[in-house]
């Protein structure tokens, strides 16, 4: 969420963003409504004054005149009330919809086709023969059934077995023992969440066809039903972030840093047809995430987003899996995104490298939704900045392992780093 001041100052950059990041929302009509409720709310409070005076007044003396206009008062009041929560409700809607506005030299395109390499690192295998990708080396190997999965779960459902399930386990408890001992402290947060949760991270409104909710959310103590709707999160961001919601830190306790270790839920309504066989797009995953507090200041925040991607690219470098990094183009990079990197692992089945991992500056956009501020060393509350990483996500990792790590004779070589992890060097059927 932008400060509707800011929205007023900066009009023309805010209605740019919309049209960069693809997005329909009326600025103008925005900032029309806002000097509605502005009157409105001032013309309440005028009323309430002469109300209070008049009160006042007819604590000494009553009159029949009096108590007329005091009955007159209190219906004009109710009826502004409930114009101004009309339009207050419209305001607050087309607030949540404005997005943050990229930084400079943020490559301007509809979707990932325009994103921009940054760099590249590691060497693509060169086989002397005819690879497989992760569902074939996953069959044969009897350590992926997807058949069954699907028979149990649907769509998109899957099995990890016997090695395959030891190594989803591995590489993840690897990543967040990694995350430790960076000094980010770690957090295992409920799954299950409230509307203000993905509100406040901006997954909604944008993205709620992407999210499940509970059908049945449960039942009070009393046995009175829960009518407040609960959702199953994609990520564990929105959790990390509504750890801070409606604080006020203060600012030598910044830069705060927390990852999280959670499964993770998502619909993909939203790609229909995409990547409908194996383990790349799937509805539920594991994932490790990072996520950051820090000062209210560009520079800072700017230093802190390479370092988490810097960390995530360690990781890769740990595995020896070849990768690129890019960075996400305005219609690609999601309504509160300031800057955005997306880590690309090398996937021989693919034939091209597929998103790993996603680093992102959302600067104070989320921190005014959630209401998470800091009081620096002068007294001053500020909004803080935030960001958030992928550390690992699984099983997704385990195709660019799968298949950059397999051999003629079938099996496939685990990782050195992840060796003490699995108690097994290789994978043989």
Known sequence: ?????????????????????????????????????????????????????????????RSDDDIKKSAELKERIKSLKEGLNAVQKEYDELMLLVPNIPVEGTPVGPNDESNKIVSEWGKKPDFDFEPKDHVKIGSDLDIIDLETGVKVSGFRGYYLKNQGAALHLAVLWYAYQKMIKKGFNPLVGPTLVKDFVLTGSGHFPFGKEEVYQIG????????????????????????????????????????????????????????????????????????????????????????????MRLISEEIVRDLKLPYRVVQNSTGDMGAGKYKMYDIETWMPGRGSYGETHSDSSLTDWQARRLNIRYKDSEGNVKFVHTLNNTVLASPRILIAILENYQRKDGSVEMPKVLRDFLGFKEIRK
């Open 1 to 61: 969420m932008l400060d509707i001041k800011f929205i007023k100052e900066n009009r023309e950059a805010v209605k740019e963003a919309v049209k960069k990041k693809y997005m329909k929302v009326d600025i103008d009509h925005l900032l029309e409504i806002d000097e509605k409720r502005r009157k409105l709310i001032q013309e309440c409070e005028s009323l309430k004054s002469e109300q209070n005076k008049l009160s006042e007044g007819m604590a000494k003396e």
């Open 216 to 307: 049945n959310p449960g039942k009070l103590s009393s046995g009175e039903s829960i009518k407040e709707p609960l959702y199953l999160a994609g990520t564990s961001e929105p959790t990390l972030l509504s750890y801070f919601s409606d604080k006020t830190l203060e600012e030598k306790d910044l830069p705060v840093k927390v990852c999280g270790f959670s499964p993770c839920y998502r619909s993909e309504a939203g790609s229909y047809g995409k990547d409908t066989k194996g383990l790349y797009r799937i509805h539920e995953f594991m994932k490790v995430e990072q996520v950051l507090l820090c000062r209210n200041d560009i520079d800072e925040s700017e230093k802190w987003l390479d370092e």
